[in-house]
Nanobody
Framework: QVQLVESGGGLVQPGGSLRLSCAAS????????MGWYRQPPGKQRELVATIPNIGVPNYADSVKGRFTISRDNAKNTVYLQMNSLKPEDTAVYSC?????????WGQGTQVTVSS
């Protein structure tokens, strides 16, 4: 069974940085798309960024220029580098992957931006 496990969340001050990691239990080379979604408190889940196996990443307008998604197929890991964090970035961040028509989700990691 495919598992996605996130790490790297935590508490950070506004303007700070965090890097999230998503480790897959199988080769991510077979994933057509991988990405990150987030669910702010009291709100619906929303797209943060996706990265295809071939092609360019896609970002939500709210994070463009601040967040960078990358994938390391050799390490079976997807990363989300988050810079210039704002309080409105506070959310549970979940890793996502689509492979062979199936979707997979991680359990989520909490990111809190607060002074």
């Amino acid at each position: 069974q495919v598992q996605l496990v996130e790490s790297g969340g935590g508490l950070v001050q506004p303007g700070g940085s965090l890097r999230l990691s998503c480790a897959a239990s199988t080769s991510i080379f077979s994933f057509n798309v991988m990405g990150w979604y987030r669910q702010p408190p009291g709100k619906q889940r929303e797209l943060v960024a996706t990265i295809p196996n071939i092609g360019v990443p896609n970002y939500a307008d709210s994070v463009k220029g601040r967040f960078t998604i990358s994938r390391d197929n050799a390490k079976n890991t997807v990363y989300l580098q988050m810079n210039s964090l704002k309080p409105e970035d506070t959310a549970v961040y979940s890793c996502y992957g689509r492979r062979l028509g199936y979707e997979y989700w991680g359990q989520g990691t909490q990111v809190t931006v607060s002074s």
